[in-house]
């Protein structure tokens, strides 16, 4: 797949501290799906010895547009074995790609569970056939993620698996995490934790607060993610091993990374769009939508999450993606499920949320959301290196959207963002230097 | 009575969503049922050719039976259902069920059930009147009327007055019912009760929690227990019935912290010798029997002004 691409502002992944870059404009080029220089371009003869393209070369011309890294999503649920009625991997991956996304680690919590590489098996070979962008599975740690007997992890990886996580719930007790973190060492493969201690958050719907209290329904309180951050951390840094820490939501949590990090312990972690834009507030009147585990907390978390983002206590944005059927959705509050889709929304709001306001520049999301999660999971993507698979989108910032939770790609329909207005879309995702979205 | 007194809304789901304003109506219009229920004659035809269907998913005695009179003296027919007996034993939906009974031509779904915020799901997806006759641990506010009439009937008045309640705050929808019309009306709330029983944020609603019993009856006017579910015991919430009797119970002791003319208020049905003794149960000053009483009047006036509603909707007096 060859391709040209030409008066693109070309914005590169800003290293974390990096001085600020103006995105530059430029020429992008791509030979056989693959990144390439202007020599490597002439030499495959898309280009002539003065850099005109030649004729019969695909050339889109990209003025006005910004073009990143494809995005990346650390965590996205798919859905793929046995829940099909929520999303598939074809759909998935189309709500993907028309978000920006390129590459989406898929979480293992399907039915039956990827605790195994037949399963890690079948998710690849299912991609391979169907699915519009590159999907990475995720394995679990446990057998079943019943938190008892460690999955074959070294297998799961083998087959393709490029990091495991009990993600749903945690990984039970701080021994079963001790064990896994050891045992996936030596495999090089990353441990995914979500953090919540079930104890505390059992029964919880919404997050412990005014808002909680004033509904008459069961919070959950901020502490039981914080005390899993906290094991975690401190099991890392005895281990002198990594961890990866997953929608991370409290103010609590992002004050303990940050300090763990000055302790030079490797903690990474991540954060979702709705813990930057939404709080508990959304959840009033009953608002099935806004239940997600976990829970939207208080202004204050919000902001300690941007803050996190903008110091680089948070190592990038994953969209926990998480379709839902309508009727596990429109109906009482408490029997509703948790979680949102994000995988169509994240870059708008992380644009409308973060740039716009200031916090962050656009070279700032092209880490967040691209080159770190490729870092940390060694998926040789995220920049424009020659030589990379071409995973590119390009970016309208002027372009205005206003959610319509029905008329996504998805095929569920749960996102809370209905009706709001959002600033800068996709106009363009380019897998492999093949198009898979066209908005 | 004029076009703007009385309900402006075609369900009533809590007391957070009702005006001042709509309160004193419902107040207003009880004194007027209670005069009914009092005279020898009790079968009015206010909502004659109207059907009520009570949908409960929890036991309830009191409450139950209360909407079933107060319908019945209002000359609507009545129905009821309930989990066991009905399909939803077999899996149906709240909503199925619902909107089943709402073809029914029914008039009014009184619904009681376990989850908070189900009646709020459900009105706007029937043509029928919801009235919460209590959800989960959100409201109750048929109950906090009652005790709104109990307390004016009694007092005189309710702006001013210090109501001190007891018990297990966390999960009572009386609680919280009581502490939005209390507010709303001047009042001033005190909780009392163990401290794995009252939510943490209790303070942000601009309620007053109290470490004592006795700090929270100091200077009532009013001082109100709350059933205590006894399985929150095995549930780890507290100790014993011992220990709870010991400290949370409503004894003469509290009693003489709160003003001279205290009220003594239970929603029922109670727990003798937990939340108080009998003989405070039966005490001069408690006004628990009247409660039940006033409660039958309450739920005629809801019944009545939401009807109003509904006629004068229907005759497009006001728009849908």
């Known amino acids: 797949m060859n391709l040209i691409i030409t008066n693109a502002k070309i914005v590169h992944p800003r290293p974390l501290g990096a001085a600020h870059t103006k995105p530059e404009l430029g020429t992008i080029y791509v030979v056989d799906g693959a990144f390439a220089t202007c020599e490597g371009a002439l030499a495959a003869g898309l280009v002539t010895a003065d850099g005109t393209p030649r004729e019969g070369t695909a050339v889109v011309d990209a003025t006005g547009l910004y073009a990143l890294p494809g995005l990346i999503d650390a965590h996205t649920h798919l859905r793929d074995p046995g829940q099909e009625y929520k999303e598939t991997i074809a759909t998935g991956t189309r709500a993907a790609a028309r978000g920006g996304f390129t590459s989406v680690l898929c979480m293992p919590n399907t039915k039956p569970v990827i605790d195994n590489a037949a399963v890690v098996r079948y998710v690849i070979d299912k991609a391979r056939r169907e699915a519009a962008v590159n999907v990475f599975p995720i394995g679990a740690v446990t057998k079943g993620q019943k938190g008892v007997e460690i999955a074959e992890i070294g297998l799961m990886q083998e087959a393709g698996a490029v990091a495991v996580s009990d993600d749903g719930v945690p990984v039970s007790t701080a021994a079963m995490l001790q064990r896994a973190l050891l045992y996936a060492a030596d495999f090089g493969i990353p441990v995914i934790d979500h953090c919540e201690d079930l104890s505390l958050a059992a029964g919880g719907v919404m997050n412990e607060g005014l808002n909680s209290t004033v509904m008459g329904v069961q919070g959950i309180p901020s502490a039981a993610e914080d005390i899993i951050v906290a094991r975690d951390i401190e099991l890392a840094g005895y281990l002198g091993l990594s961890i990866h820490l997953a929608h991370i939501s409290t103010a609590g949590a992002v004050a303990m990374i940050r300090q763990a990090k000055a302790r030079g312990i490797q903690v990474t972690c991540e954060t979702c769009p709705h813990y930057f834009t939404l709080t508990d507030d959304h959840c009033l009147g009953f608002n099935t939508l806004a239940r997600v585990n976990p829970p939207l907390r208080r202004p204050e978390d919000v902001a300690a999450i941007i803050e996190g983002l903008v110091d680089g206590t948070i190592d990038m944005i994953a969209t926990d993606h998480a379709p839902h059927h309508d009727d596990e959705k429109d109906i009482e509050f408490a029997h509703a499920l948790n979680g949102m889709t994000g995988l169509e929304t994240a870059w708008q709001l992380a644009w409308t949320r973060l740039v716009l306001p200031g916090y962050l520049e656009i070279g700032d999301l092209a880490r967040l959301m691209s080159r770190a999660p490729s870092e940390r999971f060694g998926l040789g993507r995220g920049g424009f290196e020659p030589g990379r698979p071409a995973d590119l989108i390009l970016v309208d910032p002027e372009r205005e959207v206003t959610v319509d939770r029905f008329k996504m790609l998805s095929r569920s329909h749960n996102s809370p963002y209905h009706g709001m207005t959002l600033q800068s879309d996709v106009v363009r995702t380019y897998v492999g230097g093949r198009e898979v979205y066209r908005g | ?320």
Not at chain 2, 195 to 209: C, L, N, V, W, Y
Request: net charge neutral; proline share 3%.
């Open chain 2, 1 to 320: 009575m004029s076009r703007d007194e009385g309900l402006r809304r075609k369900d009533l789901l809590g007391i957070q969503q009702l005006d001042v304003d709509e309160i004193y109506a419902i107040l207003n219009t009880a004194r007027n049922m209670k005069q009914v229920m009092e005279s020898g004659n009790k079968r009015t035809a206010y909502l004659a050719g109207k059907s009520v269907v009570t949908l409960f998913f929890e036991n309830s005695t009191r409450t139950r039976a209360s909407f079933d009179f107060a319908a019945k003296y209002l000359g609507a027919s009545s129905g009821a259902l309930s989990n066991s007996g009905s399909a939803t034993a077999k899996g149906e939906s709240l909503l199925d069920t619902a909107i089943t009974i709402d073809h029914m031509a029914t008039d009014f779904l009184i619904l009681r059930h376990q989850v908070s915020g189900s009646p709020h799901y459900l009105a706007p997806r029937v043509q029928a009147s919801v009235i919460n006759a209590g959800d989960g641990c959100n409201e109750h506010p048929t109950q906090a009327l009652l005790d709104l009439y109990t307390m004016r009937d009694k007092l005189g008045r309710l702006d001013g007055l210090r109501v001190a309640i007891i018990g297990d705050i966390s999960h009572s929808r009386v609680a919280r019912s009581n502490l939005w019309a209390l507010q709303k009306l001047g009042c001033d709330v005190r909780f009392a009760g163990p401290g794995t029983m009252m939510p943490r944020f209790i303070e942000q609603t601009g309620a007053t929690r109290c470490r004592s019993v006795e700090e929270a009856a100091d200077g009532a006017d009013v001082v109100m227990g709350l059933r205590i579910q006894l399985e929150r015991q095995t549930a780890g919430l507290f100790p014993s019935v011992p220990e709870y009797v010991r400290y949370y119970s409503i004894t003469e002791e509290v009693l003489a912290h709160a003003a001279p003319h205290a009220l003594i208020m239970h929603p029922g049905p109670t727990n003798h010798g937990v939340e108080m003794e009998t003989s405070i149960v039966e005490h001069e000053r408690s006004v628990i029997h009247e409660q039940v009483t006033n409660g039958v009047a309450v739920r005629m006036a809801v019944l009545y002004l939401l009807n109003l509603y509904r006629n004068r909707r229907q005759r497009g007096v006001l728009s849908a």
